[in-house]
């Protein structure tokens, strides 16, 4: 299975962000897409994930209620909006994809390359 993230950049605190992450080869390998992210000097935190087959998500705290992890399974893609950025947004930007949905990066078999996430004023 391969990932590949688009999106991310420079955006203002208080912005809107939208993640795409297209999957390829083996695509029936997995069940969950999940999205984590790593700031400078910390380590890679869960941010959302999403059942391939139902739906169900799971969603960090510190993103609940600004964030919605959807897909589009004809093209294989998972999206990761966030609205209301800010600083502590700021991280590389994973997408995974595993058979679990959970909160760990040890579940998840497949990752991305990771995009860049700034948010700064």
């Known amino acids: 299975v391969q990932l590949q993230a688009f999106g991310g950049g420079l955006l203002q605190p208080g912005g809107f962000l939208r993640l795409s992450c297209a999957a390829s080869g083996g695509t029936f390998s997995y069940n969950v897409m999940g999205w984590f992210r790593q700031a400078p000097g910390k380590e890679r935190e869960f941010v959302a994930a999403m059942r391939w087959t139902d739906g169900s998500t799971n969603y960090a705290d510190s993103v609940k209620g600004r964030s919605t992890i959807s897909r589009d399974n004809a093209k294989n893609t998972a999206y990761l909006q966030m609205n209301s950025l800010k600083p502590e947004d700021t991280a590389v930007y994973y997408c995974?994809?595993?058979?679990?949905?959970?909160?760990?990066?040890?579940?998840?078999?497949?990752w991305g390359q990771g995009t860049q996430v700034t948010v700064s004023s």
């Open positions: 995974a994809a595993g058979r679990y949905n959970s909160y760990s990066p040890y579940d998840y078999d497949y």
